[in-house]
């Protein structure tokens, strides 16, 4: 195992030590338990964002916070949901006074752990309104869930819904556009190799050099099937028509595209596959409005991508646009 760390537990912490000298204008960052907060939080009368989930999945979740998107994260152990005393203690902490949204990916970890927090915090007098991403289309149940996992829809549910809560929106306003993106969003994965949890010293599973996972989940979870390696044109094309059937896309609907990289893939070939997914979904008749290409929820130092597309109507749209201003994610300031 190569990898550029001290000792395995002290991974974590030395990455949000890290992460608060490179944005101290952005986040503030509390140790034991761990969680990042948007600098400046609470602001009173603005609805909350919190969400969280394994650390390895860098810039998700702690470079999301900041103006426009999360007001808290909290990171676990690599591929661990955070626990409770976590989550509750970054809900107090950026409470404004207007109720807490959690935006939650569904793995089983993180939705009870979550659902313990929101309990506790409501227990306070905060009131929070969870909500689930749910939007891979590989498999109905894997290792780390029971149905649907969450995974690139989660991204764009936090911005757009950051952007609501900025605007003023109610607590219930901002959970129903989170819920809105997720009616709305579909994703499907693969990997080229796998990734190598430090903890476990050896990668999670095996490749052939000459073989490929579709469907795979982020934790390296098995995916829809093992084929032969095929060039970036057909890879994409297998990846987008599940996710083009499942919700269903049709033709004439706007579409925002999420071409994201698994944290081993570089961003030359992510463009190689933006360019395909751009003349599939013209053959299918949607109009590509928006697109985001990079790495944004990955798999440690997985190669491979995942894509996402997201069905928008005016609203998503100007919500999408809106300024933000996070480690990971910036435009329009």
Same mark, same amino acid.
């Given at each position: 195992?190569?990898?550029?760390?001290?000792?395995?537990?002290?991974?974590?912490?030395?990455?949000?030590?890290?992460?608060?000298?490179?944005?101290?204008?952005?986040?503030?960052?509390?140790?034991?338990?761990?969680?990042?907060?948007?600098?400046?939080?609470?602001?009173?009368?603005?609805?909350?964002?919190?969400?969280?989930?394994?650390?390895?999945?860098?810039?998700?979740?702690?470079?999301?916070?900041?103006?426009? $998107?999360?007001?808290?994260?909290?990171?676990?152990?690599?591929?661990?949901?955070?626990?409770?005393?976590?989550?509750?203690?970054?809900?107090?902490?950026?409470?404004?006074?207007?109720?807490?949204?959690?935006?939650?990916?569904?793995?089983?970890?993180?939705?009870?752990?979550?659902?313990?927090?929101?309990?506790?915090?409501?227990?306070?007098?905060?009131?929070?309104?969870?909500?689930?991403?749910?939007?891979?289309?590989?498999?109905?149940?894997?290792?780390?869930?029971?149905?649907?996992?969450?995974?690139?829809?989660?991204?764009?549910?936090?911005?757009?819904?950051?952007?609501?809560?900025?605007?003023?929106?109610?607590?219930?306003?901002?959970?129903?556009?989170?819920?809105?993106?997720?009616?709305?969003?579909?994703?499907?994965?693969?990997?080229?190799?796998?990734?190598?949890?430090?903890?476990?010293?050896?990668?999670?599973?095996?490749?052939?050099?000459?073989?490929?996972?579709?469907?795979?989940?982020?934790?390296?979870?098995?995916?829809?099937?093992?084929?032969?390696?095929?060039?970036?044109?057909?890879?994409?094309?297998?990846?987008?028509?599940?996710?083009?059937?499942?919700?269903?896309?049709?033709?004439?609907?706007?579409?925002?595209?999420?071409?994201?990289?698994?944290?081993?893939?570089?961003?030359?070939?992510?463009?190689?596959? $933006?360019?395909?997914?751009?003349?599939?979904?013209?053959?299918?008749?949607?109009?590509?409005?928006?697109?985001?290409?990079?790495?944004?929820?990955?798999?440690?130092?997985?190669?491979?991508?995942?894509?996402?597309?997201?069905?928008?109507?005016?609203?998503?749209?100007?919500?999408?646009?809106?300024?933000?201003?996070?480690?990971?994610?910036?435009?329009?300031?």
């Amino acid at each position: 195992m190569k990898k550029l760390i001290n000792g395995v537990d002290d991974i974590v912490s030395e990455a949000l030590r890290g992460m608060a000298v490179a944005h101290p204008d952005l986040v503030e960052i509390h140790l034991s338990p761990d969680y990042v907060v948007r600098r400046g939080a609470p602001f009173d009368g603005k609805v909350a964002l919190v969400s969280g989930g394994g650390s390895g999945h860098e810039p998700m979740h702690g470079g999301f916070v900041g103006l426009g $998107m999360l007001d808290g994260a909290c990171p676990g152990a690599v591929f661990t949901s955070p626990t409770p005393d976590q989550i509750y203690e970054c809900t107090t902490r950026v409470s404004g006074g207007a109720g807490v949204v959690h935006i939650v990916k569904n793995y089983t970890g993180d939705v009870l752990n979550f659902e313990m927090a929101a309990e506790l915090a409501q227990g306070d007098g905060i009131e929070v309104h969870s909500v689930v991403i749910n939007d891979d289309v590989a498999v109905q149940d894997s290792l780390y869930t029971a149905g649907r996992r969450g995974v690139g829809t989660t991204v764009l549910a936090e911005k757009i819904a950051g952007a609501r809560a900025e605007e003023g929106a109610t607590l219930t306003e901002v959970a129903d556009v989170v819920r809105k993106v997720n009616g709305n969003g579909r994703s499907m994965g693969m990997a080229l190799t796998s990734c190598t949890v430090p903890a476990a010293g050896k990668p999670t599973f095996e490749l052939a050099e000459d073989e490929m996972e579709i469907g795979i989940g982020i934790h390296g979870e098995p995916g829809r099937e093992r084929v032969k390696l095929e060039p970036a044109d057909r890879i994409v094309d297998r990846l987008l028509g599940p996710v083009l059937a499942d919700l269903p896309f049709r033709s004439g609907d706007r579409v925002l595209t999420l071409v994201n990289g698994m944290g081993g893939t570089p961003l030359l070939e992510l463009y190689v596959a $933006m360019r395909r997914v751009a003349e599939a979904l013209g053959e299918y008749g949607c109009r590509l409005e928006r697109t985001l290409v990079g790495s944004y929820i990955t798999s440690l130092e997985m190669a491979g991508l995942s894509i996402t597309l997201l069905r928008l109507d005016d609203e998503l749209i100007r919500l999408w646009d809106a300024p933000v201003h996070a480690p990971g994610l910036r435009w329009g300031v």
